[in-house]
């Protein structure tokens, strides 16, 4: 099947507009939960949906402490987002770190761009977290099931997938 355009939505019409938009206040939010990560009690309960991938800039060297939520699949991490600008910093083949409930660990990381790919692994993405899918723009149908044509437009809208492997 050839790849879908962005201006057409073969699933139908979205339930919702999209993702949320990124709120001025996001830096000062972000790291207060890197800070809650690292207090024992609270960091291993936050842990439980968060971790903080830290990607090194391709071009300026500057790490950045990215808290984003997670879902666990096949023994990797799956972190559907935006393409934000520090997305662009992770390439398949370059290892990047991961703060999940302890000290930084090594990792391979890969984006998903492609609309087929996005499809499936954002699907695995909402079934298993529900404030995740809603930040993201996807809604469910009557039978709990995650809204293709919201997912389809998470993708339109700039969405992606990241697998996270832990070494």
Excluded: C
Excluded at 50 to 78: F, I, M, N, Q, W
Excluded at 87 to 93: A, F, L, T, W
């Amino acid at each position: 099947m050839p790849e879908p355009t962005p201006e057409t939505n073969p699933y139908g019409t979205p339930t919702t507009t999209g993702p949320e938009p990124i709120r001025s206040y996001q830096g000062v939010l972000n790291t207060v939960i890197r800070t809650l990560l690292n207090v024992p009690v609270i960091g291993s309960q936050l842990g439980k949906r968060l971790v903080t991938l830290h990607v090194t800039g391709r071009k300026s060297g500057k790490v950045y402490d990215v808290p984003v939520a997670y879902t666990r699949h096949e023994g990797d991490l799956l972190i559907g987002t935006s393409k934000r600008p520090w997305v662009r910093n992770i390439r398949k083949g370059v290892p990047i770190e991961v703060s999940l409930g302890g000290p930084q660990r090594g990792a391979d990381a890969e984006v998903f761009e492609d609309s087929e790919s996005v499809m499936r692994l954002y699907d695995l993405i909402a079934r298993d977290n529900r404030q995740n899918a809603k930040f993201n723009g996807i809604g469910f149908d009557p039978d709990g099931t995650p809204h293709q044509a919201d997912i389809y437009q998470t993708w339109q809208q700039g969405g992606v997938v990241i697998r996270v492997t832990l070494r």
